[in-house]
């Protein structure tokens, strides 16, 4: 028997997938890489592009907070057309009790070394002036950073081919196995370790496997240049990312280096249609001008929907997969895969060379979840 | 709550969505069977581009005249300059009149939006007053001042003469006319419309009009040229290339068709034109669709298409039997029309590397030519995102790569947010009705 | 005779006939750059039927109105890229 053809075998070009490669390729793996249609197709096309620090978990700050230094890190090397674009996050509170929300934030990320200012109404009002009046404030994270995700991912992948990795576009993987994966076409690529990153899609591969799509919307509009300045988040979309049953908005808008504005967000379970949920979408839109009244005219140009892999308590899932021979899972970031994916790249890196990694990775191995992940 | 006024829907049996040729011959039929009528379009008047600019008290043709009286002297309900954003549910359309929504409810739907210019991108195509064929006579016909200036017209199609005749008529200067496509399947259509009196009529007409002006076959444009707007354009015709000082060049690549809010729709489109049977209704029942839509085929044939429709939307299809010879004529000719100006290989090679392909964006050839899909281009170089959502570089691609195009959705066109928002208001609004 | 109707296009008073398109009056005022490029190109229309978006002009402080599709009103306020 012929020795594999792969140390590592990554199933999935999407931003994670990408960024897996880059890392693996880098300590010198030899690298392949499987994808169905196109680089950065999926939910990394589909999302906002958000670099994001979030303080839902402990975990879940390791992780993001890790993630957007590596963003920081790599900023200088990223070419123009990724927009990497460090404008910071303004976290915008609806009343006072999102004002003490506001101040608890800001304690959590500072004694955990990542700046927050807290703003109160006049400052929100100069640093974002087309948020309505009368909000009591938020916080201002500047550290932050916006990123148009489908180049970001492109980047990496072509950074894995220059060390040496080996890409399949419009490659189907029909089976994983112990020795590597079997494409639609018959062909069969062997390889040492088999990495997991199909996003949405990876339950396809991995019945059992506890990654469930959760859809989102957004919408585009033409060019309003520097009428938003940050991203902004409502204290809300917590509540939103966090229930695991009802369907939900956000307010939540980015300013794309375009111009452009794109507005967010909503979370749905059992909603397996790519077509758009007007009842939803209205939902959106409405929560976004009660924020930015004159949204309310502005030209929109695009709406679409995106899937995000979700896992039952929100982290990802970075390891060894249980109960299988050689096969590695890095998937379900829910909607935290453009900020983590540098991370997970390292995470993974660090397991497959049983290397001890710069933040505890107990949290995100897929054998927490035991009941879910495998049949 | 987005709005406190929550208009409520206009209903009627039989919506028209297109006020040209077609959509004005399916509403007659449609009212004239007893139906309750409306028409949409998002022009500010009636005609479409065909009959644009025609009224009733100033008709061009005899034509036009007869069918603007009868629309007229029906009970038709018209909503100008407004535009469909999305589908509310099947029966139930959201439009936008000025950024203000409205609803409109309807049993049966007639199509009959059209088709625009096909546009492919040459160097300089971008400066201002290089526009379409249709575009420039679109203008003029709603006010530019086109008298002393020299206008070089090009592309392919009939259209062309139309334009060249009309500007002449304003007092344009024609340089000339440059069709791409080559004698021999010029010559052949040429002799395809003896078999029509009523085209054979206008062919001599039209001929009488643009009597002095070069109409060069095998020909087209390569360059635009001009510092902030056009000063000259370059031609080619075989080997011979030459340069003509201008002010105007109107260049279009014969028609595409508006089949976005059809696919939106979900009626299936075959080799980029609706499919329907003959009662002109498509894949989806209650959809029909008329007139350049299901093939490019000029007014007789979306008047004939379009009367089809109508009866056959009103419940009155053993009135359709009358039409059939006429329609089966007007299918061959909308089949000569596609064999005589279908694009040369060479139009494929016009663009330069730095020649700008999707206008919205700046997105230039040479960053599109490597990628094997709409979507995979559209993903990393954007072309496509911009607010024309693909209707001008999505064609041009398509006839340059080979790309086929993505699915459309809302809003049809680029609409308020809270015009797009409206859909779903009414979509609750009849879950909680439930 | 149809009343002429009396708009600005960049602060510059124009009167029109009636039935006359914003952007036919922006061009018959000699202006043929109606907007720059997101690469700051100049341009003017293309299709002039509400297809292409190169046509767009401020008018009455709206942004991104295809001028093309709107009939001149009295008082109209254009402003086109400069």
């Given at each position: 028997m012929s020795p594999p053809v792969y140390d590592v075998l990554i199933i999935g070009a999407g931003i994670v997938g990408a960024a897996c490669a880059a890392a693996c390729a880098r300590e010198k793996l030899r690298v392949g890489i499987v994808e169905a249609e196109m680089i950065g197709g999926g939910a990394t096309a589909a999302g906002m592009g958000h670099v994001v620090v979030m303080d839902d978990s402990e975990a879940q700050f390791a992780l993001t907070h890790y993630s957007r230094t590596l963003w920081r890190e790599l900023a200088p090397e990223l070419p123009s057309d990724v927009e990497y674009d460090p404008c910071g996050t303004i976290w915008v509170a609806a009343d006072e009790d999102e004002m003490h929300a506001v101040a608890e934030k800001k304690r959590f990320y500072e004694s955990r070394g990542s700046r927050a200012e807290i703003l109160d109404t006049r400052s929100l009002r100069s640093a974002e002036p087309h948020l309505r009046e009368g909000l009591p404030g938020g916080l201002l994270v500047p550290e932050d950073a916006v990123i148009y995700a489908p180049c970001a991912a492109r980047f990496l992948a072509g950074q894995a081919q220059s060390r040496g990795a080996q890409l399949h576009l419009s490659s189907v993987a029909t089976e994983i196995n112990s020795e590597g994966a079997r494409l639609q076409n018959g062909s069969v690529l062997t390889a040492r370790f088999t990495v997991l990153a199909g996003g949405a899609w990876s339950s396809a591969l991995l019945p059992g496997l506890a990654v469930r799509k959760r859809k989102g919307h957004l919408v585009i509009t033409d060019r309003y240049p520097n009428f938003v300045r940050h991203q902004l988040v409502e204290l809300g979309y917590l509540k939103s990312a966090h229930s695991t049953t009802e369907d939900s908005v956000a307010f939540n808008v980015q300013p794309r280096k375009t111009g452009q504005l794109l507005i967010g967000s909503s979370r749905q379970y059992d909603a397996e249609a790519p077509a758009i949920d007007h009842a939803i979408l209205t939902r959106m839109i409405a929560r976004a001008q009660e924020f930015i009244p004159e949204l309310a005219r502005f030209s929109a140009i695009r709406s679409w929907t995106g899937f995000r892999p979700a896992t039952p308590d929100k982290l990802p899932l970075i390891g060894s997969a249980p109960g299988r021979d050689n096969l590695f899972l890095a998937t379900g970031h829910e909607g935290l895969g453009i900020t983590t994916s540098l991370v997970t790249a390292e995470l993974l890196v660090d397991q497959l060379l049983s290397r001890e990694s710069k933040i505890p990775i107990a949290p995100y191995l897929p054998n927490r979840v035991c009941e879910g992940v495998h049949a | 709550m987005i709005n406190a006024r929550k208009p409520s829907p206009h209903s009627y049996d039989v919506l028209v969505i297109g006020a040209g040729p077609a959509g004005i011959a399916a509403a007659c039929s449609a009212a004239e069977s007893g139906a309750l009528v409306a028409v949409i379009d998002s022009n500010p008047r009636p005609g479409g581009q065909i009959w644009r600019?025609?009224?009733?008290?100033?008709?061009?043709t005899r034509e036009a005249q007869s069918w603007l009286d009868k629309f007229a002297a029906q009970r038709i309900e018209v909503f100008t300059s407004t535009e469909i954003v999305d589908k509310?549910?099947?029966g139930l359309l959201l439009a936008q009149s000025n950024g203000a929504a409205r609803e409109f409810a309807y049993k049966r739907l007639i199509l009959c939006t059209g088709a625009r210019e096909l546009f492919l991108p040459f160097p300089g195509w971008t400066l201002p007053n290089v526009m379409g064929a249709g575009g420039l006579q679109a203008l003029v016909k709603s006010g530019l001042p086109i008298a002393g200036k020299k206008v070089v017209v090009a592309g392919s199609g009939p259209l062309l003469l139309a334009v060249a005749a009309h500007l002449r008529e304003h007092g344009a200067e024609i340089c000339l006319i440059a069709e791409q496509s080559p004698f021999q399947r010029l010559a052949s259509f040429a002799i395809s419309l003896l078999l029509s009196k009523t085209k054979f009529t206008q062919a001599l007409a039209i001929r009488r009009k643009l009597s002095g002006i070069p109409y060069k076959t095998s020909c087209w444009a390569i360059r635009a040229e001009g510092r902030d707007k056009l000063e000259s354009v370059t031609l080619r015709r075989g080997s011979k290339i030459w340069k003509e000082p201008c002010d105007y060049l109107a260049c279009g690549f014969h028609l595409v068709p508006n089949i976005e809010l059809a696919s939106l729709l979900g009626c299936e489109i075959r080799g980029g034109f609706v499919r329907v049977n003959q009662f002109q209704e498509s894949s989806v029942q209650g959809i029909f669709c008329a007139g350049e839509l299901t093939g490019i085929g000029g007014v007789d044939s979306a008047i004939i298409e379009g009367q089809i429709a109508g009866y056959a939307a009103a419940g009155e299809s053993a009135r359709t039997a009358q039409f059939s010879r006429e329609k089966r004529s007007a299918a061959h000719f909308t089949d000569v029309l596609r064999r005589t100006f279908a694009l040369r290989e060479e139009l494929r090679s016009l663009a330069t590397p730095e020649t700008i392909v999707c206008r919205c964006e700046d997105v230039q050839f040479s960053r599109l030519q490597s990628y094997p899909s709409w979507r995979a281009a559209k993903l990393q170089t954007r072309c496509g995102m911009g607010p024309c959502q693909g209707r001008i570089c999505g064609p041009a691609t398509q006839f340059l790569f080979g790309w086929k195009p993505e699915s459309v959705r809302p809003p049809v066109f680029a609409a308020p947010l809270e015009s797009l928002a409206q859909a779903g208001a009414r979509a609750s609004e009849q879950a909680v009705n439930q | 005779m149809p009343e002429a109707i009396s708009i600005r296009v960049n602060g510059a008073p124009l009167s029109v006939s009636p039935g006359t398109t914003v952007l036919a009056a922006i061009l018959s005022s000699g202006i043929s750059m109606v907007r720059r490029s997101v690469s700051a190109e100049p341009r003017g229309p293309l299709c002039a039927m509400g297809i292409c978006f190169e046509c767009r002009a401020t008018v009455n402080h709206e942004r991104h109105i295809r001028t093309c599709q709107l009939l001149c009103a009295p008082e109209m306020d254009v402003r086109t890229d400069d």
């Open positions: - | 600019g025609e009224t009733r008290e100033h008709a061009h509310i549910h099947p | -």
